[in-house]
């Protein structure tokens, strides 16, 4: 039995990208030969180049989320670090009861968590429905969020989101997968990403 091919068209989006470009060129170079015409020309140029411009939106809606997020980690941090402070300050006082502590709703533990530079640690083991990626929540965060690379992917995207250990990706498993993951605090990402995991078939 032969060896079984990949499809020519390219699964990452960039990659086709880059090879609908290389597609087009090549048709219009050939132009009258191997049954191609203008009008079929025409057609592969018009969705190669409305695609590119999918693509650079796209690209900017990343570019952005990025810059969103990171933003909005620093203003989250600045937030519980100043009302933290004033907490304390409070809770200090020789006025303070329990009452008071009910008043301002700071009841409870202070916990001594650096959000910026917390990162999940994941560890990935096979089962029978799959593969499990075990991870820690430190008893403070709402839970991780988890992204995955196929070996001929370019990037990682955005798999899932878990809220309690272990999150299984029971999909086939294709040797050289990578995860990595993020806590998250609510719905917004903090702290590091995790050290990848290489899982070998």
């Given at each position: 039995?032969?060896?079984?091919r990949r499809d020519y068209i390219p699964?990452?989006?960039?990659?086709?990208?880059?090879?609908?470009?290389?597609?087009?060129?090549?048709?219009?170079?050939?132009?009258?030969?191997?049954g191609i015409n203008q009008e079929e020309?025409?057609?592969?140029?018009?969705?190669?180049?409305?695609?590119?411009?999918?693509?650079?939106?796209?690209?900017?809606?990343?570019?952005?989320?990025?810059?969103?997020?990171?933003?909005?980690?620093?203003?989250?941090?600045?937030?519980?670090?100043?009302?933290?402070?004033?907490?304390?300050?409070?809770?200090?006082?020789?006025?303070?009861?329990?009452?008071?502590?009910?008043?301002?709703?700071?009841?409870?533990?202070?916990?001594?968590?650096?959000?910026?530079?917390?990162?999940?640690?994941?560890?990935?083991?096979?089962?029978?429905?799959?593969?499990?990626?075990?991870?820690g929540l430190d008893n403070f965060f709402?839970?991780?969020?988890?992204?995955?690379?196929?070996?001929?992917?370019?990037?990682?995207?955005?798999?899932?989101?878990?809220?309690?250990?272990?999150?299984?990706?029971?999909?086939?498993?294709?040797?050289?997968?990578?995860?990595?993951?993020?806590?998250?605090?609510?719905?917004?990402?903090?702290?590091?990403?995790?050290?990848?995991?290489?899982?070998?078939?």
């Amino acid at each position: 039995m032969g060896k079984k091919r990949r499809d020519y068209i390219p699964t990452d989006k960039f990659e086709l990208d880059d090879w609908g470009k290389h597609f087009a060129i090549t048709v219009a170079k050939n132009v009258n030969h191997y049954g191609i015409n203008q009008e079929e020309i025409k057609s592969v140029e018009t969705v190669v180049t409305i695609y590119g411009a999918d693509l650079d939106k796209v690209k900017d809606l990343i570019d952005q989320k990025r810059t969103q997020v990171k933003k909005t980690q620093k203003d989250r941090t600045a937030l519980t670090k100043t009302c933290r402070a004033v907490a304390q300050r409070i809770k200090a006082s020789s006025d303070y009861t329990e009452k008071v502590g009910k008043e301002f709703d700071i009841i409870g533990a202070e916990r001594q968590i650096d959000e910026d530079k917390a990162k999940p640690v994941l560890e990935a083991q096979k089962v029978p429905h799959g593969w499990e990626l075990d991870f820690g929540l430190d008893n403070f965060f709402s839970g991780v969020n988890i992204y995955r690379k196929r070996p001929e992917e370019q990037d990682f995207t955005y798999l899932a989101t878990d809220t309690r250990s272990p999150y299984v990706d029971n999909e086939p498993m294709v040797n050289g997968t990578k995860y990595f993951a993020y806590y998250i605090l609510g719905d917004t990402e903090v702290g590091q990403e995790s050290d990848e995991v290489t899982i070998k078939v």
